[in-house]
């Protein structure tokens, strides 16, 4: 099997390609950087550029199934102008595939696609699952919401589309865990906000093992990429101070404190969504990391 990744070199991207390389898979992979294009038997390099419409057709040749990761960050300041290419580097990047999957002969049979829970409402009390069809009225939400739209074109090619709505990613290399640590470290941790709200985690070993059960499964639709038990926010920064034998006792960053800091991006960290993940366990997959604290335990003390 051969497959087409986009974001092969950011945090996800890393490991799931050294997973796919040691299950026998080949891969080819987009890069908008010409300096990290490598080219070995099994493993090869491909330039493209959303913004400017550029891609090297010769990315599809021989590939099976396309794992599209590529987007901006959210974690950065959303300046008008980033809130912007936050969204283009996700459609456009979608349509530029959708395009080449169109217009050039493939023997692409599936189209697996990253995808936020941020999709669904803030809320306390619901409990979400992948036929929840109300969508969050914030930036995040819309973006989200715009993202799945693109991907959803690629349906019209006969190719199976599975999208993965991703908790917080728990990983040593990066992302939000990197974040919530610091504090942590300065014996300085605390929740924000009131620490209500329900945040929805996962280990990056269980979500690259969810992409390859999806691709392996020849599963299609939209799945949930969380663990089973999602955590309040003051629970998640209690067990990350516990896990690295720190205090605890600062009282919570109040909500204006993050806007002033953060700006609208504060709302990232405040939003609350309990999301369900039976039904890719419904489809046979078993979860490695079910427990927050020893998901954390197995990165934080490697």
Same mark, same amino acid.
């Given at each position: 099997m051969k497959v087409l990744i986009t974001g092969a070199t950011g945090l996800v991207g890393?490991?799931?390609?050294?997973?796919?390389?040691?299950? $026998? =898979?080949?891969?080819?992979y987009l890069t908008t950087s010409k300096s990290k294009i490598q080219n070995s038997q099994n493993y090869k390099g491909f330039?493209?550029?959303p913004r400017c419409g550029i891609i090297d057709k010769y990315?599809?040749?021989g590939v099976d199934a396309v794992i599209h990761l590529a987007g901006a960050s959210v974690a950065k300041r959303w300046t008008k102008a980033y809130k912007q290419e936050i969204i283009e580097s996700r459609v456009l990047s979608t349509n530029m595939l959708f395009s080449l999957l169109k217009n050039e002969e493939n023997n692409v049979k599936?189209?697996?696609?990253?995808?936020?829970? $941020? =999709?669904?409402?803030?809320?306390?009390?619901?409990?979400?699952?992948?036929?929840?069809?109300?969508?969050?009225?914030?930036?995040?939400?819309?973006v989200v919401d715009k993202w799945e739209r693109a991907v959803d074109q690629i349906k019209r090619l006969n190719i199976k589309v599975s999208k993965v709505r991703t908790g917080i990613v728990l990983s040593a290399n990066g992302g939000a865990l990197t974040e919530m640590v610091k504090p942590v470290n300065l014996c300085v941790g605390s929740a924000l906000g009131n620490g209500k709200q329900m945040q929805s985690w996962i280990h990056i070993q269980d979500l690259i093992n969810i992409y390859t059960f999806i691709l392996q499964h020849d599963l299609e639709g939209v799945y949930n990429a969380v663990a089973p038990y999602t955590v309040t926010n003051n629970s998640l920064m209690k067990t990350i101070s516990k896990t690295l034998n720190k205090p605890y006792f600062m009282p919570n960053v109040p909500k204006f404190m993050l806007r002033l800091i953060l700006g609208e991006m504060h709302t990232i960290l405040l939003?609350?969504?309990n999301v369900s993940t039976r039904k890719i366990i419904g489809e046979g997959y078993q979860f490695e990391h079910l427990s927050l604290e020893k998901a954390l335990k197995d990165i934080l003390h490697k």
């Open positions: 890393k490991e799931l390609v050294s997973l796919l390389l040691k299950n $026998g =898979i080949h891969i080819n330039y493209w550029n990315c599809i040749d599936q189209f697996i696609a990253a995808s936020g829970v $941020g =999709i669904y409402p803030d809320s306390i009390d619901a409990v979400y699952t992948e036929q929840d069809t109300v969508i969050d009225n914030s930036f995040l939400g819309c939003s609350s969504q």
